[in-house]
């Protein structure tokens, strides 16, 4: 039996219609109707999660596992507000993440009464469509519910906000089957049929082109722009710039002196990285760069072919650079043991900051990394959500600030063995060690940085989670070992302890040594 609450069985309804299956559901009574019927109904799967911070990136990673759109539900008041940083990360990854929002009457909002805040559009820019839907009384109300939660459900290639009001009295379940509702489809614009010949040809008889993929990484470019300098010859006349945020800061300058950018995404949203872009092209930046590839077999490029020369360089000395015991010889330790396992059964997440940039150095497969603005708080949950829906072996690499903010992600009673966490806990937020300036400030270590003598090992026991530590070289390869291979029936943590100061120096050591290593051609 389902909820007496129409807006509530219109909602069901167009989800499963829309192909949504997958459902993580918060605590709470004024969303228990709504959590009612996810339970209720046989074609959705629920996650309870109790945390809604955590909850959002915990539906974040099913989106990415999935690929297919996946809600979350929380209650009234704050608890919306919880999930703004996931929404925030789903929107700039372009990820399909359904939030549903229980609500008060419009008519005791502000007045006083418990758990109420406006919350239709409440999420604000970092929704692709937001709609509040009426409590329906006749057949025009009905109908106008239905098409607001078409309107949201047909959005793919973001979040979107339904925010359900809900009259008391709210645990009636007398209604025996779900309303067979109409579903509102779009055909949306393919332009990569009609503009494909014009971009591999205007890639191919460009002086000086240069292919750009955004996320998940780009192997070795921060180095090869770092060793490249002031060098001109190396500067593309024409970028095509296939999505996905980049992590160098110092790449996004060096391709703002490019002379033109055309960028291809789903959505033919203006994304201007470059300050340069010249055209937008709505489609499949996937099959564009694999067209692009597939030409540049055929009919090599000599500027491409430069470019290549210089990364298998810095990859090859990346590769000989042994690195002394610090962050930098754990994630590269880690990549070279990993390499070994079958690559279609296990999945990697690396977090925020100094862990993102070791695996753009080091790993030579796709990664996961909520880089659509870089926050730290959902890493972990990120990764546990992915575990929990793909149920692959899933590795997350992650540093201590990012740890201890999100270790709700391990409060959760979905894990299971198959997530595996690598933490490198050097006592701080060692990227800002390199920072240039931030030195000079009195504030730098303790304040800005964080700088703390924290252990994941408390937290690991009350969660019941393997815990694994390592101090030096040979406890650290033995930890890798066992965390890569070990069967386990709950997650498993190796906590990595190293010197920031150490961390540093062997950084800048492995960047100094690239232009002694390496030479342009």
């Not at 994304?271 to 030409?295: C, K, P």
């Amino acid at each position: 039996m389902f909820s007496n609450k129409d807006n509530v069985n219109i909602l069901t309804a167009l989800l499963v219609k829309h192909g949504v299956h997958h459902a993580v559901v918060c605590p709470g009574s004024r969303n228990s109707a709504i959590v009612h019927n996810l339970n209720e109904c046989p074609d959705i799967q629920c996650f309870p999660v109790t945390d809604e911070r955590s909850a959002g990136f915990y539906a974040l990673g099913m989106t990415q596992s999935l690929d297919q759109p996946v809600a979350v539900c929380v209650t009234s008041g704050t608890a919306l507000l919880n999930l703004a940083p996931a929404v925030a990360e789903a929107y700039y990854q372009q990820r399909p993440l359904v939030v549903i929002s229980a609500d008060r009457p419009a008519a005791w909002i502000d007045q006083l009464d418990g758990q109420t805040l406006p919350q239709p559009d409440a999420l604000g820019r970092f929704v692709c469509k937001a709609v509040s839907l009426p409590e329906p009384h006749d057949d025009d109300s009905r109908w106008y519910c239905n098409r607001l939660v078409n309107e949201a459900l047909i959005e793919k290639h973001g979040p979107v906000h339904i925010n359900v009001p809900i009259s008391e009295p709210l645990f009636d379940y007398t209604i025996p089957v779900l309303p067979d509702e109409r579903k509102i489809e779009r055909a949306e614009a393919d332009a990569t049929n009609v503009t494909l010949t014009s971009m591999c040809s205007m890639f191919l008889h460009a002086k000086r082109p240069m292919l750009i993929a955004g996320q998940p990484m780009n192997p070795h470019l921060d180095e090869a722009v770092c060793l490249v300098g002031d060098d001109e010859s190396y500067v593309p006349d024409f970028v095509l710039y296939c999505g996905g945020s980049i992590v160098s800061k110092r790449l996004k300058h060096f391709l703002r002196k490019a002379k033109e950018t055309w960028a291809v995404n789903r959505t033919g949203e203006v994304n201007d990285t470059f300050m340069n872009l010249t055209r937008v092209i709505q489609g499949d930046a996937e099959v564009v760069a694999d067209l692009i590839r597939f030409n540049l077999e055929q009919q090599p490029h000599p500027f491409v072919q430069k470019w290549e020369t210089l990364l298998e360089q810095v990859a090859k000395h990346a590769e000989a650079y042994e690195p002394d015991y610090s962050q930098m010889a754990v994630v590269k330790y880690f990549e070279q043991q990993a390499s070994l396992l079958h690559p279609s059964s296990v999945a990697f997440h690396y977090a925020n900051s100094s862990a993102i940039r070791l695996a753009n150095i080091y790993s030579q497969h796709p990664v996961f990394c909520n880089r659509g603005v870089n926050g730290i708080e959902g890493s972990l949950s990120t990764a546990a959500g992915f575990s929990v829906a793909s149920g692959k072996q899933t590795f997350c690499v992650i540093g201590d600030l990012s740890f201890f903010y999100d270790q709700n992600a391990l409060w959760n009673q979905n894990l299971k063995g198959n997530l595996r966490i690598l933490l490198l806990n050097n006592g701080k937020g060692g990227i800002f060690n390199l920072l240039k300036g931030l030195e000079q400030s009195p504030a730098c270590d303790r304040f800005v940085a964080a700088e703390h003598h924290t252990s994941a090992e408390g937290i690991c026991r009350q969660n019941n989670v393997v815990y694994l530590s390592a101090r030096n070289k040979e406890d650290m390869q033995q930890g890798i070992t066992r965390l890569l291979t070990d069967d386990a029936p709950r997650p498993m943590v190796l906590e990595v302890f190293t010197d920031a100061s150490e961390d540093e120096r062997v950084f800048r050591d492995y960047l100094s040594s690239i232009a002694r290593a390496c030479s342009l051609s």
